[in-house]
C-alpha cells in the first residue's frame, strides 16, 4: 500500500463527519477492454450520508502489489509523473456522478493500462471501522474485430414502393477469449435513426420500435450467410424505408455470469431511396344532363407502375369545388377486391384495366354539383397483407342537371274589399295556366304585405305567412299574434286557390298585398325540393279616412218649474262616418256659474250603455233612489227624468254621449265621443237666507275646565215655523295657531237627532246637543292642551216646500272662533313650594343647633398672657 499524502486540516474536518461503518465498491471481478476503447471503473461509498462530497483516490499496480498513484478528487498533486501527462490531455479523468460515488475515464485503452487498480477514500479515523478501500482487476485484449459492408448491393440504392430489397455486412473476431458478437441493423434519416432489427449476442431476435408487425408477419428478417455474413431481408419497401442503413457489430465476453460489451463498430452499409409511384385520375370537366336521365362519368387512372397493384376508386359529391370540405360525402365505393358499395340509384362499375365509371340513375336537380374521383394503390406484402403505395384525387367534374320547371302563372283576386274600418277583407290567390304538373309537383303559398310608399319613402315588405313544402304553414312577425287570435285566417279552398281573409280591417292594414305561389318537387328520398316561385300582382286595399263626426242637442221641454217638481231633459244624437252606431249615454250635473261650494266638480249621475243597460253612477241620495231615470226614446234620442227635485240639485245638466261601432260577434269598438250643450237648473224662490256663527263665553280656559261652544243660526228674509225647518250641523276643528292643517272632524248631529262623534287619542270628551231652535251646543270636557286651535261648524238647513217635501239648501260655514288652554300655576306648584319651605326650615334649625353646641362645647379656650408679653404690645402700639 502506498503512502498516506498529507492533508489540510479541512479535510480531517471532513474525515470526523463521515458515518462509522462504510464500504468503498467497484465492480466485481474482472474487467475486459479492447486496445483503443474506452475504460470506465465506477466507484461509490455505501452507509454514506455525510453532508459534502466524498473525496477518492486511485491508484494503479501492473502486478497487484505496488500501487502508483493514479489520480485523486482532492488533491492536484498526488498522480505520480507517469499519468500527469495523460490527466492533462484528458485521456484520464475523474467524473462525480455523485456526493459518495465517482467514475474514472481512461480513454485509448493501452496495453500498458492492463492491471489493477484500487479506488480508496482517505480518512484521519482513530480506528477503522469498515473498508476504506476497493481493488478491481482490467484485462486489455488486442482489436481482433473485422466489420464490413458486402460489395452487392452497391451503396446507392433506387428502389419503388412495394419492391423488395436486401443489404449485407460482414463481421468476425480472431480474439483469443470466447467471445460473442451482436449485430444490428439501423436506419438514419435526416437526424433521426431508427433500429430495425437485432441479433442479440445470446442469439435472439430483437425488432426495434414500429417494426414488429412487419417482423411477426415476415416482411423483415435477419439471417446468415455462410459464417460472418449477416443479411437484412425486407420484402415489400415503404416509404419510411428511405435512409442510409448502417450495420452495428459488438463484441461481447462472459465474466463471472455476467456479459460485457468490450467494443462496438458501426459500418455504412447502402443509402436506399424510395421512389415514389406516378398515379394520376381524371374525370371529364363539365358535364350536362336532363333531369331524369342518367349521369355516366368516367375515371381514367394513370400511373407507372405495372407489377401487381390493385386500386381502390372512391366517388365523392359536393355542392362546392372544393374537395376537402367536411360537405363532401361519398357516392360509390370499389374496394381492391372489386367490391362495389352504391345506393340502389348509384352504380360502380370496371369498364378496363384503368377506368372505371359511375352511373347515377334518375338525376333530379339536387344531383348538381361536383364530382371527385379518389383512387389509391395497394399491393400485396409478406403473409396476405396490403401496403398503400400511391393516392391520388382528381380534378372537380360541374355537372349541371337540366332543370324542366313547371309553367304557371298566378292571380290575385279581392273577393271582399273594406269601406271602413273594421269591415273584413277577403283575398284569393289562384293558380292559373298550368302546363306541366304531376304527381311529384306541388303547390304552396306565401303572402306579403307592402305599405302604400310615400315619395320619400323606401317600400320594404312584410311576410304575413308562408307555407313550406310539408303544408306547414309559419306567421311572420308582423301577422304572428293576430293570426293565433283568430283575427287572421290563412286556407286552402282547393288544390289551386289560396285565401287570406282579415276579419277586422283597421288603418294600419292599408296597403298593398301579393302572394308568392311555390312549385315544390318530390324527390328520390321522398322529400320536397323548391323548384320556382312566381309573384302575382298587387291588390291595394285603401278606403277614404274621414274623421268620425258626432252631434248631440239637449233640450228641455218644460223651462220652468218649482222645487219639487220633476226636471225633464232630451238627447237628440246625429252621426257621420260612423258605421252601424250605437250609442251610450251619462248624465253629468255641475255647479252653476258663480257658486263657490265646490267650483268645477261634475258628478255623474245615471248612464245607459250601448246594450240599453242602466246604471246609477255617483247617485247616492239613499231617500232617492228611484229619484232620476234615463230611458231610450228612440234610437238616436234619449230621455232623462229627476223627480221631486231639490233646491241643492241647482246646476247644468248635460248629456255625454259615445258611439260604438260592432267587432265581429258581440265586441264593440269605441268610435267617437261627445258632449251635449247644458241644461240649467235654477229656482227662483224667495226662502229665507240662513247664516251660521260661533259663540265662546270662554274662548281662554285652564286645563281641565269645561270648553263650551254655540253655533247660532239666523235667518234673513221670510219667516219659516220651526216645524219647517231642520238642520245638520257639524263641527270641525283646525289644531293650529293658523288655518295652515287640515280640519279635524269632532261631532255632528243630522236633522233627525242622531249624534256622531269622532273617536279621540286624549282623554277629553265631547258631547253635542240642540238647546234652542237655532242653537247648538259643543262641550269639551277635562280639556287637554291639544284641545286648542280654531273651531267652526258647517250647517246644511232643509226648508220643507209646499208640496211637503223637504228641500235640501246650500251648505253654510261659520267663521273659527280661537280657543286657548291655559295651565293651572298655582295648583302645580302649591305642593313642590310647601315641601321645599318645611325641608328648609328643618335644616335651617338643624343646622343653627349644631353651630351652637359647637361653640359651646368644643371650641371654648382661655388665653393667659405675661405682664412682659403685654408690655411688648403696648411698646409696639406706642412705636
Not at 488533491?75 to 467514475?103: C, K, W
Not at 385520375?281 to 390493385?310: F, H, P, Q, W, Y
Request: with cysteine; glycine share 6%; proline share 5%.
Amino acid at each position: 500500500m502506498g503512502r498516506l499524502p498529507p492533508r489540510p486540516l479541512l479535510l480531517a474536518l471532513l474525515a470526523l463527519a463521515l458515518c462509522q461503518g462504510r464500504v468503498v465498491r467497484v465492480p466485481a471481478g474482472r474487467l475486459v477492454r479492447v486496445v483503443g476503447t474506452e475504460l470506465v471503473i465506477p466507484c461509490n461509498v455505501s452507509d454514506y450520508d455525510g453532508p459534502s462530497e466524498q473525496n477518492f483516490d486511485w491508484s494503479f499496480s501492473s502486478s497487484g502489489s505496488s500501487f502508483v498513484e493514479l489520480a485523486s478528487t482532492w488533491e492536484v498533486g498526488f498522480p505520480a509523473q507517469l499519468y500527469r501527462e495523460r490527466l492533462q490531455r484528458g485521456e484520464i479523468l475523474l467524473r462525480r456522478t455523485a456526493n459518495d460515488a465517482v467514475e474514472l475515464h481512461i480513454r485509448n485503452v493501452q496495453p500498458s493500462d492492463q492491471g489493477h487498480y484500487k479506488c480508496s477514500t482517505p480518512s484521519t479515523d482513530a480506528t477503522v471501522q469498515g473498508n476504506y478501500e476497493d481493488t478491481v482487476q482490467v484485462k486489455v485484449l488486442a482489436d481482433a474485430l473485422h466489420v464490413s459492408a458486402s460489395a452487392q448491393p452497391s451503396p446507392a440504392l433506387s428502389l419503388r414502393e412495394g419492391e423488395p430489397f436486401e443489404l449485407r455486412c460482414s463481421a468476425s473476431t480472431t480474439s483469443l477469449l470466447h467471445t460473442h458478437l451482436s449485430v444490428m441493423w439501423e436506419v438514419h434519416r435526416a437526424s433521426s435513426r431508427r433500429s430495425i432489427l437485432a441479433l442479440t449476442h445470446e442469439s435472439r431476435f430483437r425488432p426495434g420500435p414500429g417494426y414488429e408487425q412487419r417482423y411477426n408477419s415476415g416482411g423483415v428478417r435477419l439471417d446468415t450467410v455462410g459464417s460472418n455474413v449477416y443479411r437484412l431481408s425486407v420484402s415489400r419497401a415503404l416509404s419510411a424505408d428511405q435512409g442510409l442503413y448502417k450495420c452495428v457489430v459488438s463484441e461481447w465476453i462472459g465474466e463471472q455470469g455476467a456479459w460485457q460489451e468490450i467494443q462496438e463498430k458501426t459500418v455504412d452499409v447502402a443509402t436506399v431511396v424510395i421512389q415514389p409511384t406516378v398515379l394520376r385520375a381524371a374525370v371529364a370537366r363539365n358535364v350536362s344532363v336532363a333531369e331524369g336521365k342518367e349521369l355516366d362519368l368516367s375515371c381514367n387512372i394513370t400511373t407507372d407502375r405495372m407489377d401487381d397493384i390493385r386500386p381502390e376508386v372512391t366517388w365523392y359529391f359536393s355542392r362546392t369545388p372544393d374537395s376537402t370540405l367536411p360537405g363532401s360525402h361519398v357516392l360509390a365505393r370499389m374496394d381492391r377486391d372489386s367490391l362495389v358499395h352504391s345506393s340502389p340509384h348509384v352504380a360502380l362499375s370496371h369498364m378496363d384495366a384503368r377506368s372505371y365509371h359511375l352511373l347515377v340513375r334518375d338525376v333530379g336537380k339536387e344531383n348538381s354539383g361536383y364530382y371527385f374521383c379518389h383512387v389509391t394503390l395497394w399491393v400485396p406484402g409478406h403473409n396476405r397483407s396490403w401496403h398503400k403505395v400511391a393516392e391520388a384525387m382528381s380534378a372537380p367534374a360541374g355537372v349541371d342537371v337540366i332543370w324542366l320547371e313547371p309553367d304557371y302563372q298566378v292571380y290575385l283576386n279581392a273577393s271582399k274589399v273594406p269601406e271602413f274600418s273594421d269591415d273584413p277583407t277577403e283575398l284569393e290567390c289562384r293558380i292559373v295556366d298550368v302546363k306541366r304538373s304531376d304527381a311529384n309537383v306541388r303547390f304552396t303559398v306565401s303572402w306579403y304585405f307592402r305599405i302604400n310608399p310615400r315619395s320619400d319613402s323606401v317600400v320594404t315588405s312584410e311576410l304575413l305567412a308562408v307555407m313550406n313544402g310539408d303544408w306547414t304553414l309559419k306567421y311572420g312577425e308582423r301577422s304572428k299574434q293576430r293570426a293565433q287570435n283568430g283575427e287572421l285566417i290563412f286556407s286552402k279552398e282547393h288544390m289551386d286557390t289560396f285565401s287570406f281573409r282579415i276579419q277586422r280591417t283597421t288603418d294600419e292594414d292599408r296597403g298593398s298585398y301579393y302572394c308568392v305561389v311555390s312549385a315544390w318537387t318530390k324527390q328520390r328520398n321522398n322529400s320536397w325540393v323548391k323548384s320556382k316561385d312566381v309573384l302575382s300582382r298587387p291588390v291595394n286595399i285603401f278606403w277614404a279616412s274621414e274623421d268620425s263626426v258626432l252631434v248631440v242637442k239637449a233640450r228641455q221641454p218644460k223651462p220652468f218649474f218649482a222645487a219639487g217638481n220633476t226636471f225633464e231633459m232630451t238627447c237628440k244624437v246625429s252621426s257621420k262616418n260612423i258605421k252601424s252606431p250605437r250609442y251610450s249615454v251619462l248624465i253629468t250635473a255641475e255647479k252653476p256659474v258663480g257658486d263657490l261650494s265646490s267650483p268645477n266638480e261634475t258628478k255623474y249621475i245615471i248612464s245607459l250603455d250601448q246594450d240599453s243597460v242602466v246604471k246609477l253612477e255617483n247617485w247616492t241620495d239613499a231617500s232617492r233612489v228611484d229619484g232620476v231615470v234615463l230611458e231610450k226614446v228612440q234610437e238616436d234620442e234619449f230621455r232623462y227624468r229627476m223627480y221631486q227635485t231639490q233646491v241643492s240639485d241647482a246646476g247644468l245638466y248635460r248629456c255625454m254621449v259615445t258611439a260604438w261601432s260592432p267587432v265581429g260577434g258581440s265586441l264593440w269598438r269605441e268610435a267617437a265621443t261627445s258632449l251635449s250643450n247644458p241644461i240649467e237648473i235654477d229656482f227662483q224662490t224667495s226662502g229665507p237666507v240662513f247664516n251660521a256663527s260661533v259663540h265662546s263665553a270662554t274662548p281662554s280656559v285652564i286645563r281641565g275646565d269645561l270648553i263650551k261652544l254655540f253655533c247660532i243660526i239666523s235667518t234673513e228674509g221670510a219667516a219659516l215655523d220651526p216645524d219647517d225647518m231642520a238642520f245638520d250641523v257639524s263641527w270641525f276643528a283646525v289644531h293650529s295657531f293658523g288655518l295652515d292643517k287640515a280640519p279635524v272632524f269632532l261631532s255632528s248631529l243630522d236633522r233627525k237627532g242622531i249624534v256622531n262623534t269622532a273617536e279621540r287619542d286624549w282623554k277629553s270628551n265631547l258631547s253635542l246637543e240642540r238647546v234652542g231652535v237655532l242653537e247648538f251646543l259643543l262641550q269639551v270636557h277635562g280639556s287637554e292642551d291639544q284641545d286648542f286651535g280654531n273651531y267652526y261648524c258647517s250647517v246644511t238647513p232643509w226648508v220643507k216646500s209646499p208640496t211637503g217635501s223637504w228641500q235640501k239648501e246650500a251648505e253654510i260655514h261659520s267663521k273659527p272662533i280661537f280657543i286657548t288652554v291655559k295651565m293651572d300655576v298655582l295648583n302645580a306648584f302649591k305642593y313642590p313650594l310647601l315641601i321645599g319651605i318645611g325641608l328648609s326650615t328643618v335644616i335651617g334649625l338643624l343646622s343653627c343647633l349644631i353651630g351652637y353646641c359647637s361653640s359651646h362645647w368644643c371650641c371654648k379656650k382661655e388665653v393667659q398672657e405675661t405682664r412682659r408679653e403685654r408690655r411688648r404690645l403696648m411698646s409696639m402700639e406706642m412705636d
